[in-house]
């Protein structure tokens, strides 16, 4: 199982960046996906989730800023952000959960990239 994340840098407060993460390993259709982030010093954090289904949850301040999406057929789940802002400087994850199947969970991390905003 891998999930690669792909897109970060250094970024000027108001600008954008789009993160990308494929995955292998696993069948990608089937499970959620989500970002995640973790700033220095700081706990990692839920940012946005995409389910099987297509469905989006957005937690915190991403909503009206970030944008998740899925290709099935790629095997990738994009992070489109905008507007970001200083406080958006994180390293970012790339999440895949199964949910409950068959009475086991699987759960797979990426390595993260870096996103730096600053002028």
């Known amino acids: 199982v891998q999930l690669v994340e792909s897109g970060g840098g250094l970024v000027q407060p108001g600008g954008s960046l789009r993160l990308s993460c494929v995955a292998s390993g696993f069948t990608f259709s089937r499970y959620a996906m989500s970002w995640y982030r973790q700033a220095p010093g700081k706990e990692r954090e839920l940012v946005v989730g995409i389910r099987a289904t297509g469905s989006r949850i957005y937690y915190g301040d991403s909503k009206g800023r970030f944008t998740i999406s899925r290709d099935n057929a790629k095997n990738t789940v994009y992070l489109q952000m905008n507007s970001l802002k200083r406080g958006d400087t994180a390293v970012y994850y790339c999440?895949?959960?199964?949910?409950?199947?068959?009475?086991?969970?699987?759960?797979?991390w990426g390595q993260g990239t870096q996103v730096a905003v600053s002028a």
């Open positions: 999440n895949a959960d199964s949910g409950i199947v068959d009475g086991g969970r699987h759960n797979y």
